[in-house]
């Protein structure tokens, strides 16, 4: 490969900037672990002066045994006027004890003159300044041009200036900013060439306001960045960050620069959901690389071509990024994707074409009325072996009631279900459970009346719950359409249900959860006894 790439983690500090993004101490500490474990050289953990868990969480990451990863605490230039030796965001950054840190610095003479208010002299002596006072007491010291490419297009001659400042106070790497991302990749490449001749290390450092960090960043790689930052799904405050889980694969894969293992790199995949549930984001589907949609399949031309030669449609093998190819079934699917979803059920299909046309005829027909099957793969596969008579009844609904009692204008409203079923023994449950609305109280009851007979059902989860209304011109009468996502500790799944009525609809999907679980677990339990060793 050509030279390796340093990859600099900013997640737990840039991207914690991020709208709706919040991560506890726990979490930053769990995401450090993951990190290192996928290969990450550097990871900001935040700024010590910041907030006091910023602080705890710099004693806490000091006790973490990482295995190649350096976590890196994260300050400012002392403050105008005040020696470093005496500035307090300074002492508080040694405190934190960490052998690498990063200072960001002003190199846009705009910035210098209306926010920082001070002359351009004083702001280079202070990059200075800062910059020896902390080589003398840190292994490495980065320093974070802020705004350089803003200021290299503005006044080239001082944005030099400040990289100069920086690597003759001691810089070990200058990391040059896109700090409001608005830059194109060709004003990237002329910046760094200009900075290459400062002869220290670079880096680049991206924000995607205009949807061009990736480009950007790789742009700067092609001009001799040797240190890239970014955050895991480009969190990050605005429009966010670069994301790492994009120029990573784009660097390794298509541009031969070693970042991380090819095993490191296999874990992406999990490092980015991972990510997205502790900072309280939903995932987004179209991620490149890691996204669920990443190498899924919807269009039946396209399912017929992957399944010949998946390089037909994907420009990378899904397993080099710990993904995996999705075969979505709709009213635009083919024959191909109804046969490989089958496969991927573990269905027979030999000799059943006229069962297999009929399917396909029937899941066009509950697309047009409202079902959406391609993120309720658990629904398809049990109207699947319906269609093909596979399906297993494991237990029969007698009835369901829900009311919601209202006691008086200023008593909250309870929901109360009751739900009858009949076991595979032929045992009749009736149970009644309340709950926080009508659909809670209906799952409550019907879990109550299943895990007599089906223990497992304890395990799931309910992740999401969706409500779609399909027609509002109908009103209040119009069709709903309900998405369930459920999971266990193995695994997740999604359901879907249709009707007038929001209850019914939930109620179909809130029982398709569960009776795929219960297939799922026999099916699991069935594969166990076919490859235990008794059975050999």
């Known amino acids: 490969m050509k030279r390796t790439i340093e990859i600099y983690d900013t997640t737990l500090r840039d991207g914690a900037q991020g709208e709706g993004v919040s991560f506890t101490l726990e979490d930053k500490l769990a995401i450090t672990r993951r990190l290192d474990d996928c290969g990450i050289s550097c990871i900001e953990g935040g700024y010590p002066g910041s907030n006091p868990k910023d602080a705890e969480y710099f004693a806490r990451a000091q006790k973490l045994k990482l295995s190649q990863a350096t976590v890196v605490a994260f300050g400012m230039t002392a403050r105008i006027g005040t020696r470093p030796s005496a500035d307090k965001s300074l002492q508080l950054l040694l405190k934190a004890g960490t052998s690498t840190v990063t200072i960001v610095g002003k190199t846009w003479d705009f910035h210098v003159k209306h926010a920082l208010r001070v002359s351009y002299k004083a702001n280079l002596e202070n990059i200075h300044t800062t910059m020896a006072f902390l080589k003398k007491r840190v292994d490495r010291v980065i320093f974070d041009a802020e705004h350089f490419f803003d200021g290299f297009k503005a006044n080239p001659e001082y944005a030099r200036a400040c990289l100069e400042a920086a690597a003759d106070g001691g810089a070990d790497l200058l990391a040059l900013c896109d700090t409001n991302g608005g830059s194109l990749p060709e004003q990237i490449t002329r910046g ?33 960045a040797v240190q890239v930052q970014g955050t895991i799904n480009g969190i990050g405050e605005r429009c966010g960050n670069t994301n790492l889980c994009t120029v990573v694969p784009n660097l390794q894969l298509k541009m031969n620069r070693r970042c991380v293992s090819a095993a490191q790199l296999r874990k992406f995949t999990d490092l980015s959901h991972f990510v997205y549930e502790a900072g309280n984001v939903e995932p987004y589907r179209g991620d490149p690389f890691t996204g669920a949609s990443a190498f899924a399949h919807k269009g039946g031309m396209h399912v017929s071509a992957v399944q010949r030669n998946p390089l037909t449609y994907e420009h990378i093998e899904p397993r080099l990024v710990g993904n995996g190819q999705r075969i979505l079934v709709s009213e635009l699917s083919g024959r191909s994707n109804v046969e490989a979803k089958a496969r991927e059920f573990g269905l027979e299909l030999e000799g059943r074409a006229d069962e297999l046309k009929q399917l396909l005829s029937e899941v066009k027909e509950l697309e047009s009325i409202g079902f959406q099957f391609e993120g309720a793969d658990a629904s ?14 494991f237990f029969k609904l007698l009835g369901y009631r829900v009311l919601d009692d209202k006691p008086g204008e200023s008593e909250p409203t309870i929901a109360e279900a009751t739900v009858k079923i009949e076991g595979p023994d032929g045992k009749v449950e009736h149970t009644a459970a309340t709950g926080d609305g009508p659909v809670n109280a209906l799952d409550r009851a019907l879990r109550k009346a299943l895990v007599n007979f089906y223990p497992e059902i304890d395990d799931v989860q309910l992740h999401d719950y969706k409500v779609r209304v399909l027609d509002s011109a109908d009103g209040t009468a119009s069709m709903v359409r309900v998405f369930i996502e459920s999971g266990d500790r193995e695994s997740r799944w999604g359901t879907v249900g249709l009707s007038h009525n929001v209850v019914e609809a939930s109620w179909q999907a809130l029982v398709d959860a569960m009776v795929y679980k219960i297939l799922k677990d026999k099916k699991r339990s069935r594969q166990r006894k076919r490859t235990s060793p008794a059975a050999k």
């Open 192 to 224: 760094l060439t200009a900075a290459s001749k400062i002869e220290v290390p670079l880096g680049i450092h991206c924000h995607d306001d205009s949807g061009l960090a990736t480009a950007n960043t790789l742009a700067g790689v092609e001009a001799g």
């Open 380 to 393: 398809f596969e049990l109207l699947m072996r319906k269609s093909l008579k596979d399906k297993q009844q």
